[in-house]
């Protein structure tokens, strides 16, 4: 509890904006409205706007103060996707495989985080671990010098309104 509770409190002084790309998940969308009650930041949902609110009202879930981007129809594409190309082109990346690749939340969340757009992303709650660290890698890469990625594991825990692990 301690951990968590601390987190949160720094988290409730220096609000942080989170981009969670599995944006019609149940637990997705439940743990981004307890990070905007808690006052912890600004959580922004990727997904289709109408499945997101579709999803939000099966689980009556109010999405006030939440960010809901879709991917495809965003105005940033072009420009992510631009900067995609440059990123990849020792790959052979062209512009249209790289507005492809962008239109996946995960790449699209990665993205925002290298654009300043976002603070973080939380992500992985149906995904395997490469398909969440692979865009990570490709778009933010890791420090130069730094001996190891700075990504945080997640484990499976249900963190309750309190900050208490479950």
Not at 5 to 29: A, C, D, Y
Not at 45 to 68: C, F, M, P, Y
Not at 141 to 153: E, F, G, I, N, T
Request: net charge positive; charged share 25%; hydrophobic share 40%.
């Amino acid at each position: 509890m301690r951990f968590i509770g601390s987190v949160i409190e720094k988290l409730q002084r220096h609000p942080k904006r989170i981009v969670f790309p599995e944006g019609t998940e149940p637990r997705v969308l439940q743990a981004a409205r307890q990070f905007y009650s808690l006052r912890c930041g600004v959580p922004i949902l990727l997904g289709d706007r109408t499945q997101v609110k579709h999803a939000a009202e099966k689980l009556n879930l109010s999405l006030e103060g939440i960010r809901i981007i879709n991917p495809a129809e965003s105005e940033e594409l072009d420009n992510f996707a631009k900067r995609y190309e440059l990123l990849r082109r020792f790959k052979g990346i062209k512009e249209r495989e790289a507005r492809e690749t962008l239109i996946k939340p995960n790449y699209f969340g990665a993205m925002m985080v290298a654009m300043h757009q976002a603070d973080g992303m939380v992500s992985g709650s149906n995904e395997v671990t490469g398909s969440v660290l692979r865009p990570l890698f490709q778009i933010i890469k890791v420090a130069p010098k730094s001996p190891l990625p700075r990504v945080a594991w997640s484990w499976r825990s249900k963190i309750a309104a309190s900050g208490n692990a479950a």
